[in-house]
Nanobody, 122 residues
Framework: QVQLVESGGGLVQAGGSLRLSCAAS????????MGWFRQAPGKEREFVAG????????SYAVSVKGRFTISNDNAKNMVYLQMNSLKPEDTAVYYC???????????????WGQGTQVTVSS
């Protein structure tokens, strides 16, 4: 089973940028679709972005499309989330996930890391 460790969270002002990273170990990384979810205090966990194992297919939540970019590097067993034009409503714990298919990631299935906090101040 794949293990996932997120990093790169922090405090940033509105309009700023952050890059989240997720390191995967165990399993066969190149066969996994990867993705990011987030959960804000008092809210349900929501899908943010996903990418197929080949990197050809991506999917984004409407709320982040055009501002966030997901990418992967199978040689390094890494997936990234570049977040630009951050807004206070992006404040949440961000979780990295891996699953056998992109559709399963979008649905919230698969294995998930412990999360990294992103806080956007106004």
């Amino acid at each position: 089973q794949v293990q996932l460790v997120e990093s790169g969270g922090g405090l940033v002002q509105a309009g700023g940028s952050l890059r989240l990273s997720c390191a995967a170990s165990g399993g066969t990384f190149s066969r996994y679709a990867m993705g990011w979810f987030r959960q804000a205090p008092g809210k349900e966990r929501e899908f943010v972005a996903g990418i197929s194992w080949s990197g050809v297919s991506t999917s984004y939540a409407v709320s982040v499309k055009g501002r966030f970019t997901i990418s992967n590097d199978n040689a390094k067993n890494m997936v990234y989330l570049q977040m630009n034009s951050l807004k206070p409503e992006d404040t949440a714990v961000y979780y990295c996930g891996a699953a056998g298919a992109l559709g399963r990631i979008v649905a919230g299935g698969g294995s998930w890391g412990q999360g990294t906090q992103v806080t956007v101040s106004s």
